[in-house]
Structure formats: structure tokens, C-alpha cells
């Protein structure tokens, strides 16, 4: 077969490949990270590419203007190589974007140096010792002698059981059989490195002289669409850095079902699993890279997702999830090297899991509770996350019922044209004046923007209702404004001009955008609706909501309660905690107090299955609206006199 | 460089290896196990082989005859290769023998199948529920439906909790990998295998459908000289088959000093491994395929042996064995994959190495204990345990002391010029006419005689020494007789001429062999010794002597003391036990309760370094003699009158 060379600028990465295979394939084989929602089924437009040189065949479309594909722009999904080819990735169709990590208002999310407590609030208190998932300690065992002749090994056993009361542990045999000569050089002086592995403590490293206070751990949330992760310094409990990246995952669907699906095809999971496990690689080697930390020297890893995610992760086949009666292969993982999940850290480091619920209730809920402390509020409260994959928790420390909600990515910046994760030159805060339909927006960096974020969407639709460019149901207005256009495929809201922009292009939301927000907010807000309303309470007995989600530091309550993706309660009811699930993570990672409570959490969630409540369909398309059909449930809401 | 092939026969087995490669070497790559005590040093004359056809060049040596020469008699080890070569090997050169099957005295010890109870003697009214090292179950999980959603992995715990009333087991990633399409593929039926590591139970394996039936295992007992091991069917308790083999380690030195002093040369220790791995690895094949027991089948093993055995085995240099203060890397060893020490059963099956207590008291003693139940005793009593390293245990159930002494290999039927295994073909019981020194014997498997094991010399030695034929010294007569004859070498004793032997030549017994025997004897009688004396008491307080060993089924307690191997007591306190350290780890293979309790046993006794004791040499040296040079500790010994 013939075969062409394609190499991929800015990265100037080449492959060779069969002719007639696809661009997005091609990418993907060179490990060129292109955007993809639709799983390369052609109608997302998210992995438009230019083509600098070579013959290429594309499949009719109506995702590109004709500028574009005067300019040479296809979409790599649906456009075949039959040449040597030149292309051109464009900075919106990229994957990867690092998180900032010089911005000021960053700080207690995703700042570079960042001091933790091992859990937040409520259960702080109750964490005992520190106690991390995996811990460094430093021993000088007496030396032998014909009087004290213990064996090696449980010579350093007796050490540590007189240091830390631990009993006899387990430990491997690759560690017992350098131990003789090791104990010898090091002159009886080494750091040992501990395990917890369900009920029992586990030497997984033995090295010579004091390394103890080189200990590392990393902590994940594996989201459909975002993948983030966090450095810490276990002797220290500092987190050192913070990054985010898209789950690469995407180029395979956007959301967990067409993700299911795909497993099922040949090798299919073993690309999903290998597209989560190499994020997760990136994000530990550049943050490892950039503070100048070891690989070797982390020890332990502790990941939150939903339970897809755990199951890709770990090459578990998902497919009984989509089954009826939707049973999970395991929710309750055990530990396990990091290493058996393709994880590349110290070969003998560990890798714990979290526990979820079930097939829709993930370990991130988990988390989510634990870090915001929900099981231990004497009054009502409710955790919202909103991700690709919502999950709602109602309860206190007496209950906890948890519903899930597909949302897509769209509050994530993913299907959305000029979506983008809240990260460096993401329009996060968005200002429309009344008369004039002037727009202010901020950046995260103060860099020229590059696309929208979650919190700058939320901004534009409230501000575009009240100031009547948008009416309830989401259409722009038909009034000529300078910001509102139409092209082919309908009307659009320009938030910045190409000449301001960072990427040459109008930065805009159009009408299919605002539809996709509205399914996602309304997906939200009724299943919160649904849940309160199953337990028999109204939304005005929930003392607390937390809000979860990557939305950077900042999210304006009354924006988005305007538009009706948050029950309309007072301001000061509300508190947004970031990623919770992340942070959750991080309890864990640091105190084996957080990992069996958050294993009693995800014992005591009862899940509630919305699909099978019959008022929930109504509910949805009831708040198919800004902010919602009927509008006593938000008497707080004014529309521009 | 020039290669020359090399073919050995019987076996038939070829192999390409440099000019100048010595005989020994070549086989040893070709798999080929030629016997070989001095590690090579050309001393031992045991490595005789024949050189067909080609060019070999051989260091001059005292240990072949004129005869032998003329005949192309070689010592492999010092005889180097200069041409391809036709080898062959004569039955007594070579390592493996198979013990027999089919005699009926071998009922008890080497039978084809016995019953067996988990632990014998006063150990056996403690053990409870049944409960093997790997444990097959048969369920039938209910199947998860919309009211019952519980994970797969959660379910098969639940089930196995209410089964069993065990709680939540750990598991691999590679039984939860297949769980979810296996599960549904069998209709919710499985067999798990349950494992026992330390304080948790592990779920090793996953099979469809019911294999409760098919669960097997083995136990070994790994000696310097010989390795037993034992084909267990653990569902229904029965022994299966037992095999014996020399220990291929045999090749790089007799004793365990030489072979820790092998390990450090040059991949030595991976030498050493291989070698023990390989004679475990026959032994299971062999016995495996004479039962038709599929290898995936065989989901446990326990190990005894000693210490550096055990080191050995594992791959764990044992160079600190033998340097002051005589520390092992490890007397406790964790339950891990028997694949981890090169063990091919199921791979995901468990290996117990069972614990020892200090360098030179081993695993091997503590199973020995166990089985014969000295620590459950109420008077005194004695664990003799007659092997290259022999390991004598002195206690009751309130206190255990034990000693170690290097007896060398001579009864084991290795180091002696006709010595073999208690196996087929192997002289067993001697008798010596008084008038006319007419020999008679009988051998196991009523065949051609090929040598003499251990209960053989003992009787040998015994009726010499009463017939006169043999002074107490060990010096054979000078009298004229047509069993005493003369070579360049010295006088030998014939047991068994040519024309009646099965390897056509003499069966004999030379004064070096007497010698070798006599050492072996003294050092265990001289460690008895100083052991009672040790803890002020005289060998009239033991109430019971255990004797342990491969004697095959017979042993004449009469002449063992005659000869001063066993001190001078009433035969009715001696007690005939086999192999017990095969037994313990057949105990320990059946019942968890056994392994607590042989690990209770190990940190029990105490070791008493007889080296270090002043009388000891003196001792030694008194028992150089048929049976001592102070005969008042013999006072049933009469010479002929």
C-alpha cells in the first residue's frame, strides 16, 4: 500500500500512514492533539486544520465558509490524505492548553505554591495524625550483632513498629532482594517508604540514607472533558502546581455514552484508556519537570472521576454502565501500582482510586462531599458539579441522595464555537451596557482573548437577556446592532472583534451555542428541581449550595441565577469551592482519615435515577428557557423595563 | 571463536558451545544433570561420563582407573571440549531419579496417593474450619436488577461474605479487567479462588462456571541434596503423588558455605535460582501430568527448606549467611505469585515460603516441629533431622531450642562412592552374616541394585562394626575375605558384586566412604550432645526422639545407635517420621492454622550456636568413633564377642 508522510506544524511532528486514512487518525497516531467533540463523525467543526501542501480529499461539509476553505481549512475528522502532506494545526483546534499559573486569581485553585489543609472544613477536625497515602521515613537501625541477630528485614520491620507503632507489614520481594547489600552500604541508615493498602501498611520502598523529605504525590480529577491534576509536596502538604488539560479522550465522543460505545470497537478501550493515561502522564511530567522533582520520588497518586472515567483509566470495559440495569464492574477499587494503570511515577508507587456510588455517580461526587464537608452540615445542603457529567448531592450528615445530569461540555468550553477551558486568555467576566449593547469582558492572564469560558458564558447569557439581545427561549434579536451578524448558518453575537483577538478571528456565540448552554443549564437545574422536590422539600429549606466546577475563581451567583442554571436563592446562600472533586483528591492523597471517610460517603449515597421519574422530562423542557417557563420559581428576576 | 555441538546421550540433548568449554558446563546448558559434589574442583569423582566420539582434553587426576581411562571415562568438570563430541552419561553420573512409585513400603511416605490428615499428632484437634492456603468456591450470584445495583466486583464480595463470612477481599486489576463479560458470559455462575496473604484474603482468581473440584497445589521441601515435593488435591485433602530429585544446585558445591560462596560470582546467584526453580519446576511438571492436572489448576505452594535455601530460591543473596553475625535478609517471607521465584503453576497462584529462625536454623526445622508436634508436648522430646545441614530441635511445649550441624550429604546418599537416594533400585537393609561374612540385603522396588542410601550405610557400617570386619575407628580389616578388597586408592568393602548389580559395576564401600559417614554421624550425635547438656539435662530425661530424614520408609534404630548416629536408647522412644519438613508444608499447604501456628513456632525457638561452644570440638572429636571413644555412653553396644 502507498504510504505519505505528514508532518504537523506548529508541533513538527511527521508520521507516515496509508493513503485514505484521515487526518484526526494521522494526528492522533503522531500524538498530535486535535479537538474533536463528535468523535470524527464530521458535525462538531471543532478539529478544523489547514493544509499548507499535498492533495487531500474531503467530504462535503457545511461547517467551513467558503474563506475558509479558500484558505485550505478542513475538518481533519472527515478529510483523507492522498499525498505527502503539510498541515497546519490552528491555535482553536488544539487539545492542550496550560492552565495559568502566574495569575494573581488563581490563587486557591490552580496557583503555582499553595498551602493545603488535608481536608476542608467540618472534617479537618477530625484528622488524626498526618498520615498520607504513601509516607517517607527515615530509620538508623542498630546494627547486628551475635546478640541481636534479627533477619534484615524484620529488623527494619521492628524499627518501624518502635517509630510508629505500625505492626509487621508486607512489602515485596524486588525490595527484599536488594536488601542485604543496601542495609551494608548504606551503613543501616534508610528511608523507608509506606503504603496503605486497605486494612494493611506495605514497605514499597526501601533506599539508602535520608530521602525522606523527597516524597511526592499527585492527585487527579479525570473529567469527560477536563483532565486536571495537582504536585504535591507530601513531607510538606503543599501543593507545589496545579495543571489542566483536555481530556483527549474527546477525540472519541464528547460525553461518556458515545465513549461506551467506542470501547466496544476493536481496541477501542485500549485507545480510551491509553488517550486518559497519557494526559495524566503529561500533566505529572511537566509539573515534575517544572519543579524539578524525581519521577522517582513520587510515590503515591490518588484519582476522583465518574465512574466511566475510573473504568478507562484503570482499561476496565465500561460497557454494562449503558446496560440495563446499569451495574458497574466495580465501584470500590482497590489500591493498586500506579504503574498497572500505565501511570509513570516510581515503578512501586501507588495508586488509589476513590470510591464512587454507581454507574452515574461517580468518585467525583464522592470527593465533592468530602472536600466540601456535605455529610457533616447539621442543615440541608447541596452540592452542584457542574462537568460534562453534572452530579447533584442533597443531604446532610442524617442522608445523602445524589442524582447525575447530562450536561455536555458546554460550561467546560468544549462544543461550543469559541469555547475554551478557563484558562490564560479565556473571557471569563462579560459587561453589556443597556443602551449602547457595549461589551466589556475580562481575560484570565489580561491576555488577549482566545475564546470564552464557562463564567464568561454565564455573564453573556444574563446580560444579553436583560439587556433584551437575547429573548427567553434563547433567540438573538432581530434588531441591527453593531455585535449581533448573521452568516449562513444564522445569527451570532460577536463578544470581540478579529482585531483584538488573539487568534484572528471574531470571538462569538452563536444561536446553536446558546441552545447547547440552554440543554446544559436546564439539565441542571431540573435535576436539582427533581431531587429537592423527591425528598419533599422546597428549595428554600437548602441552607448551602456549594458549587463545583472549572469555572477559574470566578462565577457571578446572580448571572447564573438569571438565567435559570441556579435555583433562585439569596447570594450569600451560595458557595463556589472550585473543584471539589480535585480537592477531595487531595484529602485523600494526604490522610487515610479522608479515604475511608470518603468510603463511608460513597457507601451512604443513595442514588436516585432521574430518567425514571416521570416529572422529569417535563421539568427539563420547562426550563428550556431563560431563565425558565414559569417565572414565580425565580421572583428575583427582572427582564429590562 | 570456534563452536563445537556437542550431543549427550541418553538424553539425546545437543548443544553449540566454544572450544575449551568444560564437559560439565556444556551439559549443564543442555539441561543435562550430571552429578557433581565439589563444585567443579574435579575431587569428588562424581561427574564420570564417556566420551564416545571426538577430541577432549582432560586435567590429570587420581579418581579414574587405568580401566576407566581405556574405556573414554572422563570427569566432566575437568575435561574440556576441542571437537563436537558424543557423550554419554552412565546411570550413576546422573542427577535425576525418580522416586518410586509403585512399592508398597512406600506407603506413608513416597506413595502414589495417601490420605492425609492437615496436621498430624497433637496440632490436629486445634485445626478448624478447613481452610487451605487457596481455596476454590462455587456461587451462584444473584443477578444485579434495577432494586439490586450493587457492582459486579461488590456483589461476588457479598456473596462470598454471605457464604463464607469473610469480609471484603482485595483483588487484582486483572481479575477486575475481564469481570464484567465474564459474569454475564456464565451466566452469573463462578468459581473464585480465595488466597491467603498474611491478615487479608485475596480473590487470586475469577474462573466461569463451577471448578471448585479442579484446585491443586504442592508442597516442597527444598534440601541442600534433595528436593521433595508433594501434588495435593486441596478440594478432597489427598496427597496425589511424591517425587523426589536431587538438587540440580548439587553442580556448584555440595554444602551450603560453597554454593553462598557460588553466589557471588558472576550471575552465580541467578546460577543458583535457576537451578532450584528448574528441579521444582520438573517435579511439578512431572507430577502434574502423571495425575492429568492442568497447571492452571495448581493455585498454591508452600516451601520449606533452610534458610539459604529459601535465599536461594527467592533470589535473595545469601552472602550475609555465612559473614559475622550470621544474618539472613529474611527468616519471615510474605505470601507473593509463586511466577515472582520462577514457579510455573497458575500465574496468578500464591507461594508461602514458611519462616525460619536464623541463618542456620531454617524453615525446614520450624515444619519439622510442626509435624511431628514437639511443641505440644509435655515431657522432653527431640526433632533429629539427618540431612546435609542437620537441624536438631530440643523442647516440649513450654520452651524450644535447636542447633544446627554441617552432617554433609553422606546420608542422603551423596559425597560416597555408591551412594544414592532412598530410591528404586537402592540398597536399604544390610545384613553380614557373622561366620562367613556373607552379605545379604534387599533393595527397594525389589530390583538390581544401583547403590546404597542412607539406612543402607547405617546398617552396613552397624554390621561391619559387629562382625569385626570394620574397626571402631572406621579402618576396614586386614584380614583376608572375599568381600574386603584393595585398589590404589585403599580398601573397600564389596556390598554387591557386578554380576548382580544393575550398573555393572561393584556396589561398594570404601574407607574414605566410612570415613565421610563417620563425620556425618559425629557431627549429629556430638550436637544432641551438647544441646541436652546445654540446657542440664541427660539424654535419659528425653522422652521421645523424633528422627527425620530420607531413609524411605527403613530405619534400624538398633544399628543407628550401634554405630552412634542416635544416642543410646531404649529403640521404643524413637519415633520414625520421614520427611517432616515435608509434612509441615503439606500441613501448612492444608490449613492457615498451621501456618499461624509454625510462625508462632519459628519466633519461639531460640538458636544455640554450637560453634561458639567450647566443648563442642572436643565432643565432635570423641564421636569419630563406632560409636564413641567413651563407651560407658554406649552401654547396650557390645562388640562381637
Redo the contacts between chains.
Keep these: 500500500m502507498e504510504t505519505f508522510k505528514v508532518t504537523f506544524y506548529p508541533d513538527n511532528k511527521s508520521i507516515r500512514v496509508n493513503n485514505d486514512t484521515s487526518i484526526l487518525s494521522a494526528a492522533i497516531s503522531a500524538g498530535v492533539h486535535i479537538n474533536s467533540v463528535c468523535a470524527g463523525e464530521g458535525v462538531c467543526g471543532r478539529c478544523k486544520v489547514i493544509v499548507k501542501k499535498g492533495k487531500v480529499l474531503a467530504q462535503p461539509t457545511g461547517m467551513l465558509s467558503v474563506e475558509e476553505k479558500n484558505k485550505g481549512v478542513c475538518l481533519a475528522c472527515i478529510t483523507t490524505i492522498h499525498s505527502d502532506l503539510e498541515i497546519e494545526i490552528p491555535p482553536q483546534s488544539r487539545l492542550e492548553e496550560k492552565i495559568s499559573q502566574q495569575d494573581e486569581r488563581f490563587k486557591g485553585l490552580y496557583s503555582e505554591s499553595e498551602e493545603i489543609e488535608p481536608v476542608k472544613g467540618p472534617q479537618a477536625k477530625e484528622t488524626k495524625a498526618y498520615s498520607p497515602l504513601t509516607a517517607k521515613l527515615y530509620l538508623e537501625l542498630p546494627k547486628?550483632?551475635?546478640k541481636?541477630?534479627?533477619?534484615?528485614?524484620?529488623?527494619i520491620y521492628r524499627q518501624i513498629s518502635r517509630t510508629k507503632g505500625i505492626p509487621?507489614p508486607?512489602?515485596?520481594?524486588a525490595n527484599?532482594?536488594q536488601?542485604?547489600?543496601l542495609l551494608?552500604d548504606a551503613d543501616w541508615k534508610i528511608t523507608v517508604t509506606l503504603g496503605k493498602?486497605?486494612?494493611?501498611t506495605e514497605l514499597i520502598l526501601i533506599e539508602p540514607q535520608d530521602t525522606s523529605s523527597k516524597n511526592f504525590g499527585f492527585c487527579f480529577d479525570i473529567g469527560t472533558t477536563t483532565i486536571s491534576g495537582q504536585l504535591v509536596d507530601l513531607k510538606n502538604k503543599k501543593v507545589l502546581g496545579t495543571r489542566a488539560i483536555y481530556n483527549r479522550q474527546a477525540a472519541f465522543g464528547s460525553d461518556v455514552i458515545s465513549r461506551i460505545i467506542y470501547a466496544q470497537e476493536e481496541s477501542g478501550l485500549e485507545k480510551l484508556h491509553l488517550a486518559v493515561a497519557e494526559c495524566v502522564n503529561q500533566i505529572i511530567h511537566e509539573l515534575a519537570q517544572e519543579h524539578k522533582v524525581d519521577l522517582n520520588n513520587v510515590t503515591g497518586i490518588v484519582c476522583t472521576g465518574n465512574t466511566t472515567m475510573m473504568h478507562l483509566l484503570?482499561?476496565?470495559?465500561p460497557?454494562?454502565i449503558r446496560r440495563?440495569?446499569?451495574?458497574?464492574?466495580?465501584?470500590?477499587?482497590?489500591v493498586?501500582r500506579a504503574a498497572?494503570?500505565g501511570i509513570k511515577i516510581n515503578p512501586r508507587g501507588l495508586l488509589y482510586c476513590a470510591s464512587g456510588v454507581?454507574?452515574y455517580i461517580g468518585a467525583d461526587a464522592t470527593a465533592g462531599v468530602l472536600s466540601c464537608g456535605l455529610d457533616k452540615e447539621k442543615d440541608l445542603c447541596l452540592l452542584i458539579d457542574i462537568g460534562t457529567n453534572g452530579e447533584i448531592v442533597l443531604g446532610n450528615r442524617d442522608f445523602l441522595i445524589a442524582a447525575s445530569a447530562s450536561a455536555g461540555p458546554a460550561f467546560e468550553g468544549s462544543g461550543v464555537t469559541c469555547g475554551m477551558r478557563a484558562s490564560r486568555g479565556a473571557i471569563q467576566k462579560i459587561k453589556i451596557s443597556r443602551r449602547v449593547f457595549q461589551v466589556a469582558y475580562s481575560t484570565i492572564g489580561q491576555e488577549k482573548p482566545r475564546g470564552i469560558c464557562g463564567s464568561g458564558y454565564i455573564d453573556a447569557l444574563a446580560q444579553m437577556l436583560s439587556s433584551g439581545l437575547m429573548d427567553k427561549s434563547g433567540k438573538l434579536s432581530e434588531k441591527e446592532s453593531a455585535n449581533i451578524r448573521q452568516n449562513a448558518y444564522g445569527r451570532y453575537f460577536v463578544v470581540a472583534g478579529k482585531k483584538e483577538s488573539a487568534i484572528k478571528e471574531d470571538i462569538i456565540i452563536t444561536e446553536a451555542d446558546i441552545e447547547n448552554l440552554k440543554r446544559a443549564k436546564a439539565a441542571i437545574y431540573s435535576a436539582v428541581s427533581i431531587l429537592v422536590r423527591h425528598i419533599g422539600m422546597k428549595f428554600d429549606d437548602i441552607k448551602k449550595v456549594f458549587i463545583s466546577g472549572g469555572f477559574g475563581t470566578y462565577l457571578d451567583f446572580g448571572n447564573a441565577v438569571n438565567i435559570g442554571l441556579l435555583p433562585d436563592l439569596d447570594s450569600s446562600r451560595f458557595v463556589f469551592v472550585g473543584n471539589s472533586s480535585l480537592a477531595g483528591a487531595r484529602a485523600m492523597l494526604l490522610s487515610d482519615e479522608a479515604i475511608k471517610k470518603a468510603e463511608e460517603i460513597a457507601a451512604k449515597i443513595t442514588?436516585f435515577?432521574l430518567s425514571?421519574e416521570p416529572d422529569y422530562m417535563d421539568e427539563y423542557m420547562a426550563a428550556l428557557f431563560f431563565p425558565h417557563t414559569d417565572l414565580t420559581k425565580f421572583p428575583s428576576f427582572k427582564l429590562k423595563p
Design positions: 547486628p550483632d551475635l541481636d541477630r534479627l533477619s534484615d528485614l524484620e529488623r509487621c508486607q512489602t515485596g520481594l527484599i532482594r536488601l542485604g547489600e551494608r493498602r486497605e486494612a494493611q484503570l482499561s476496565i470495559d460497557t454494562y440495563e440495569p446499569y451495574v458497574p464492574v466495580a465501584n470500590f477499587l482497590p493498586m498497572e494503570a454507581s454507574s442514588y435515577e425514571v
